[in-house]
């Protein structure tokens, strides 16, 4: 199975910051990675996939990028709305897998 | 527009098998390329993905509960049935099934049900 780990695994900060999260693959998965956003009590929803193309509808604020076995989320102006855990996946190859994710306070 | 929805028991005794339907709309299961996942989610733990299920009745399983493991289809139904055997208190989750879109180059879960918790305890 190919590890998918993030850092930091939790963080605080303020309105308007730029905030980025980091996930690295076990071994190279060129750009097969996508991001979600899990707010509490709720079902995840797509924000990136192939590493940084913007799934339909996501704000322009999220930022994918990377490749290989380094990627990162960034939210370039954090808005109340961003509290959530947010989930790397690699969709490289199965069994598909997901990082422990990262939950942003504000 | 796709949704999707979990249904079943909420709570099992251990050893018994769990059986989960979801229910969905926007797609269809007898289109070829369209594939259907489960995902479950521990209480405030991370994702785990645990099946696909394809068009074309092909199966993936996580290999470390492929044992305890079925995904049918009912294209008729427009429904994706999960089966868990011999639940132990661990396997206590929120249960989720998900669209899998293919994007040109790649795949991701686009869409989600809203999820169901599943509690093992006797």
């Known amino acids: 199975d190919i590890q998918m780990t993030q850092s930091p695994l939790s963080l605080s900060a303020s309105i308007g910051d730029r905030v980025t999260i980091t996930c690295r693959a076990g071994?190279?998965?060129?750009?097969?990675v996508a991001w979600y956003q899990q707010k509490p009590g709720k079902a995840p929803n797509l924000l990136i996939y192939?590493?940084?193309s913007l799934q339909n509808g996501v704000p322009t604020r999220f930022i994918g990028s990377g490749s290989g076995t380094d990627f990162t989320l960034t939210i370039s102006s954090l808005q109340p709305e961003d509290l959530a855990s947010y989930y790397c996946q690699q969709t490289y190859t199965n069994p598909w897998t997901f990082g422990p994710g990262t939950k942003v306070e504000i | 527009q796709i949704t999707l929805k979990e249904s079943g028991p909420t709570l099992v005794k251990p050893t018994e098998t769990l059986t989960l339907t979801c229910t969905f709309s926007?797609?269809?299961?007898?289109?070829?390329?369209?594939?259907v996942g489960w995902i479950r989610q521990p209480p405030g733990k991370a994702l785990e993905w645990l099946a696909f299920i394809y068009w074309d009745d092909d199966k993936h399983y996580s290999p470390s509960l492929k044992n305890r493991l079925t995904v049918t289809k009912d294209t008729s139904k427009n429904q994706v049935v999960l089966t868990m055997t011999d639940m132990e208190p661990v396997d206590t989750a929120t249960f989720f099934c998900?669209?899998?879109?293919?994007?040109?180059?790649?795949?991701?879960?686009?869409?989600w049900g809203q999820g169901i918790l599943v509690t093992v305890s006797s």
């Open positions: 926007g797609f269809s299961l007898g289109t070829s390329g369209v594939s």
């Open positions: 071994e190279a998965i060129d750009k097969f």
């Open positions: 998900a669209h899998k879109r293919r994007y040109s180059t790649t795949w991701a879960f686009d869409h």
């Open positions: 192939a590493a940084s």
